[in-house]
């Protein structure tokens, strides 16, 4: 049965759009400290949360203690979650690493800056592998990443979703080019939230760790964790593919770089070049099945990030003994890519 | 046949408890369950742990319990306040754990003067570790990372003290020794009370034995209880 939603049009940036849509998704607690480019995340729950005595607000002390709080918020069971960004990020796995091991659902929403270190406060695509892989785990992780101020909206409703229905930490990875963009978005408020449930004082009595004291004991533990991320991932992997068919050139981006593809992709066809967008809006789990359909009729590929290569080492694990075309790279870290930039790119290697 | 006169909180297939002959946790966690039993809160709270010996304890009771990260468990059990205000939540740590890694959160929320109970164990020393040096450790005392008493010429610290100066007396913060369990267990009651009552935040530190670490026999482990408790003052140290 068709879901009716309700549409309406506003003109926000992105930073207020992720906030309206965790509102919309049923958050009820945010903890978090101040970061750029995530900042505006933070005060604008504050100023919710200041109007309505039933949304839950802590600033922290540090990120550490954000993501911690955010787990007793958690537990006693709130949709609770938080934003960070670099630095910040580095901290959150502490707190990121127990509900990844506990099965906990948490919602975090990291506004990439660039790195290492403090680096800068806007803008890059170098968290790709701190988010999927930032605990000393395996990553059973969640990773979505946005293209546009309405996936912005969309896929932080759908991390609320996903964390709450599969109990693996679910992240939004963004952004300040997103975050702080002002455009015109549609809310929907969906009918249906996936309900949040407590851990404890639920009627049982619950032991709750996530310390072992003999190997096997974990290993079966994590065999467990393993099974139900496989079984998770065909429901929850997406990707956009964008004028693949008779493409020989595949472009691969994710995030805002894919937006900055797909026009780059218009443009080169109006020239007659066939090239294609892939796009994972999933990082974690990876649509590795549609990544190696994507490429079974191309001549070349070409990965484009503002990394270098943390996003392509996901692209060419995946194609590793399943092609044997050509890789072009336009790894560009920590700044941003144009459109111009990856046509410049494919015309110079269709040459 | 009466079996014992174990708290009924306690989780009967966890025990005997995994810690240590002569340890001071078991009786800190005892008098502990004594306390929950009186106050009849075993099914309205919530336990929190941290990483050291404190991590042992995570099955110890037939209580909603959470072993947390070393350091964290004040946060969590603080989100968990937060969302839940109605829970008597309590957490349990080390002085590593309290002092060392987590004192920022510690102290941060005696400042924010959050409604919950942290009962902390100093035994001066590492112990799941083996026994190096902690914040706690007294001068001249000699562990595994202080060989013969060597890098011990800082103060040892004061807790109770330090988090009663920031709150300006509000928080309820006392120092108790497992070498007088009546007094312990009169301070962790206090300590309950404080939160159920809506006080605020509510701290005891609890002087406590190591005898594996410490490297002591019974006559030596109390000796070293003794001198702790001239090292650090038991009593009431502030309350409102």
């Given at each position: ?9 506003y003109l926000l940036t992105g930073n207020e759009i ?334 | ?111 924010r003067n959050d409604p919950i109970t942290v009962i ?121």
């Amino acid at each position: 049965m068709a879901v009716k939603v309700k549409a309406k049009k506003y003109l926000l940036t992105g930073n207020e759009i992720i906030v309206q849509a965790a509102l919309d998704a049923g958050a009820e607690m945010f903890c978090g400290y101040p970061i750029t480019p995530t900042t505006e995340i933070l005060t604008g729950w504050a100023e919710k949360a200041a109007k309505d005595k039933n949304l839950l607000f802590l600033q922290t002390e540090d990120e550490t203690s954000a993501g911690f709080t955010v787990i007793g918020g958690v537990l006693a069971g709130k949709k609770a979650w938080t934003a960070t960004a670099g630095p910040g990020n580095i901290l959150m796995q502490d707190p990121m690493s127990m509900a990844e091991a506990m099965r906990l659902p948490t919602v975090c929403y990291i506004g990439q800056r660039g790195g290492p270190s403090t680096g800068t406060v806007i803008y890059s695509q170098q968290e790709v592998t701190l988010t999927r892989f930032g605990g000393n785990g395996e990553g059973m992780r969640i990773v979505y990443s946005p293209s546009t101020l309405q996936e912005l909206y969309d896929l932080t409703i759908k991390a609320f979703e996903a964390a709450w229905k599969y109990r693996f930490p679910t992240f939004v990875l963004g952004d300040g080019y997103l975050g702080k963009t002002l455009g015109d978005v549609d809310f929907h408020k969906k009918p249906k939230n996936y309900a949040s449930y407590p851990f404890v004082q639920n009627g049982e009595i619950n032991n709750l760790r996530n310390t072992f004291s003999i190997e096997e004991e974990l290993y079966d533990n994590l065999k467990d964790h393993f099974k139900d991320f496989t079984e998770m991932s065909k429901d929850v992997s997406e990707c956009e593919e964008f004028m693949l068919k008779d493409a020989q050139t595949v472009v691969f981006a994710h995030g805002v770089v894919g937006s900055a593809t797909k026009m780059a992709v218009r443009e080169l066809r109006e020239e007659g070049y066939r090239v294609g967008l892939f796009r994972p809006i999933t990082l974690s789990p990876f649509p590795s099945k549609e990544t190696i359909r994507a490429v079974k009729r191309a001549k070349r590929i070409v990965i484009a990030e503002s990394s270098y290569g943390q996003f392509g080492r996901i692209v060419r694990e995946v194609l590793y003994g399943v092609t044997d075309i050509p890789v072009h790279r336009l790894y560009r870290p920590a700044v941003g890519i144009m459109p111009e930039d990856i046509v410049e790119k494919v015309k110079n290697i269709s040459k | 046949m009466k079996t014992s006169n174990f708290p009924k909180c306690y989780k009967k297939e966890t025990k005997p408890n995994k810690f240590c002959p002569g340890c001071g946790h078991s009786l800190t966690l005892k008098t502990l369950g004594q306390v929950i039993d009186g106050f009849e809160i075993s099914k309205k709270m919530v336990f929190g742990i941290d990483i050291g010996c404190s991590l042992l304890a995570w099955d110890f009771f037939d209580i909603d319990t959470v072993q947390t990260h070393h350091g964290r468990v004040v946060p969590v059990i603080k989100g968990i306040k937060m969302a839940s205000p109605k829970t008597v939540a309590i957490a349990y740590m080390g002085d590593g754990g309290g002092y060392a890694i987590g004192l920022q959160s510690l102290l941060h929320s005696a400042k924010r003067n959050d409604p919950i109970t942290v009962i902390l164990v100093n035994n001066t020393l590492y112990g799941m570790t083996g026994g190096q040096k902690a914040p706690t450790t007294m001068k001249g005392e000699v562990t595994s990372s202080t060989p013969g008493g060597v890098f011990t010429d800082d103060e040892p610290f004061m807790g109770p003290e330090l988090i009663n100066h920031i709150t300006k007396g509000k928080a309820y913060t006392a120092r108790a020794s497992v070498g007088n369990l009546f007094d312990l267990k009169r301070k962790i009651q206090e300590a309950i009370m404080y939160q159920i009552n809506g006080k605020g935040f509510a701290f005891v530190e609890v002087l406590s034995m190591c005898p594996l670490n410490w490297k002591t026999d019974v006559k030596n482990t109390i000796e070293f209880l003794d001198k702790m408790e001239k090292v650090f003052p038991v009593g009431v140290i502030g309350k409102s």
